[in-house]
């Protein structure tokens, strides 16, 4: 499912990340996004840090928005990767409403489960014309199951949390280069996520996701090359303690030319020796990532590799990957752009970044399933249903009593006119005017008989706990919609529009109604529900 929906203004939000272990982060708006709070959870009980229980998650996020005071109730849900498949394939040119149907039964055979049971979404890469004529698709495609994400889902809604997005983790990377990096926003450039058992190389351009692929490596792998015995002349075994071989990766770094011993324990040669193989790995894999997509897509040539996450807090390693790559790579490095609350772990902030910026835009990548998606909505209320329906019926009958008095008007002159030209040699040219006119009259007067019978219906069906404030009706077209809200206290929201759908559907003069989305808010300190409802007339 697409959802193309552009770059709204937005409120606080909460970043539920599953992608690996279990990540928090608040954010609020005061003219610019700031971190207000965030933390990397550590696995209840034994578990492995892979596999968190819903409760689990549910109890660790109360936690998070009491001890730090959060209000915000909209929620953004990253889905673990493992249980995820990112892809990039190119398709023979089909028309659009056929493009999901076509990508499932592409896909299909790289699921680890059934393509029946799995929420699709999809974005246009680019639409080609091949040497021989041919036309042909490329599209990003993100699939998850769709159980996993319907339970996640309406856990957070349960909870008294709305979960307006489902989103890959990778979106990140493309918010904050389209919000933070407009130099280069319009560029191919890379980004490198790694932390402790997760790494991911994704390619942007334009801003958006081009291409995603996992790569086989972790912090977990370098500190493990590391913790390896060596034996030296001087002093015989040595193997480094978990607080050193912290130390050497995050404060020491990729040793350098000319680089000074660790604290007299190992040299600088040793430590490259033990990491060189893990590093030299992942170059070769970056290297792989970049060729294919330049092969097999024209992807183009990336110059930039920004390093995020855990990447970017290892002194050193973006030389090393520059030297290795032949490429620019450099620190994501957004302090200077990005606020923190003084309650932000200075040392986590990297991690903290790619999460905000899944919520600067909404992506058309939403894995939230068709069934429960809601679109929402960032215009101002204006007037409430019951007004705005009371004024559009009062300035019809005006523009009616208007008309009427005008055609009664006209009509007499008509007549006069008549009488008189039919003394005259052009009175059969006169009486085809006539007629014209008449026709014109009678039509206008036809229009205004539909429209103001509908606004009555509606005005006496819509109950007193709904609320429109707008409505757009093209009898031309034979189609419209409503929009506005519902005060949710002390009522059923969804019981509401539904017997109000049911009432306007049974009115006559609607041939179809239906509801289109519904979401949450909050207006004036009181709970309201938005919904839009689509309209198709007789």
């Not at 040392?347 to 894995?367: E, F, I, K, Y």
């Amino acid at each position: 499912m697409t959802m193309n929906i552009g770059k709204p203004k937005h409120g606080p939000f909460i970043v539920v990340d599953l992608s690996s272990g279990l990540k928090l982060l608040s954010a609020g708006f005061s003219g610019e996004a700031v971190i207000e709070a965030f933390k990397v959870c550590a696995p209840v009980s034994s578990e492995p840090q892979a596999a968190w229980k819903k409760e689990a998650v549910l109890e660790s996020l109360r936690a998070f928005i009491k001890v730090n005071n959060i209000r915000a109730k909209d929620v953004l849900f990253v889905p673990p990767l493992r249980s995820l498949i990112i892809k990039r394939i190119r398709l023979s040119a089909v028309p659009d409403a056929e493009l999901e149907d076509v990508a499932r039964w592409h896909l299909k055979d790289d699921l680890p489960f059934d393509v029946s049971l799995a929420v699709v979404a999809y974005q246009v890469a680019a639409r080609l014309t091949l040497e021989d004529g041919s036309k042909s698709i490329d599209l990003v495609c993100a699939v998850a199951p769709i159980e996993q994400v319907k339970d996640y889902v309406m856990l957070f809604r349960q909870a008294g949390f709305n979960c307006a997005l489902v989103l890959p983790a990778p979106l990140g990377y493309a918010g904050l280069i389209e919000n933070y990096l407009p130099q280069i926003n319009k560029g191919v450039v890379a980004a490198l996520h790694l932390e402790d058992e997760l790494c991911y190389l994704g390619i942007y351009k334009n801003s958006r996701l081009d291409f995603y692929r996992e790569i086989p490596a972790s912090v977990n792998k370098i500190k493990q090359a590391l913790s390896a015995i060596l034996v030296t002349e001087k002093t015989g075994k040595v193997q480094l303690t978990p607080e050193d071989i912290n130390d050497i990766l995050f404060n020491y770094g990729i040793p350098q030319e000319g680089a000074l011993p660790y604290k007299d324990k190992i040299s600088s040669a040793q430590i490259m020796a033990m990491v060189r193989p893990v590093l030299e790995g992942l170059a070769q894999e970056i290297k792989r990532s970049l060729l294919y997509c330049d092969a097999n897509f024209q992807g183009g040539r990336v110059d930039i590799l920004f390093l995020g996450a855990k990447a970017a807090q290892i002194p050193n390693l973006d030389k090393f990957l520059s030297k290795e790559l032949s490429l620019d790579a450099q620190a994501f490095g957004l302090k200077d752009k990005i606020k923190a609350s003084a309650a932000v772990d200075p040392v986590l902030a990297p991690q903290a970044c790619s999460l905000l910026g899944l919520g600067l835009r909404l992506p058309d990548l939403n894995l939230m399933p068709p069934q429960l998606r809601v679109e929402k909505s960032a215009r101002v209320q204006k007037a409430s249903l019951r007004w705005l329906i009371i004024a559009v019926f009062i300035l019809s009958l005006f523009l009616s009593f208007l008309a009427a008095a005008r055609i009664s008007a006209c009509k007499k002159r008509l007549l006069a006119a008549r009488i008189y030209l039919e003394t005259l040699s052009e009175v059969k040219q006169t009486k085809e005017k006539i007629t014209a006119l008449s026709d014109f009259f009678a039509k206008a007067s036809e229009e205004n008989a539909i429209l103001v019978p509908l606004l009555k219906k509606i005005s006496t069906v819509a109950p007193r706990e709904l609320f429109l404030n707008e409505l757009n009706l093209d009898f031309g077209a034979g189609s419209g919609f409503a929009g506005g809200f519902v005060k949710n206290k002390g009522v059923d929201a969804e019981s509401i529009l539904t017997k109000f759908v049911t009432d306007v559907d049974s009115s006559g003069y609607v041939a179809d109604a239906v509801i289109d989305s519904v979401l949450k808010a909050s207006l004036d300190g009181e709970e309201i529900s938005n919904f839009r409802i689509n309209l198709k007339l007789r």
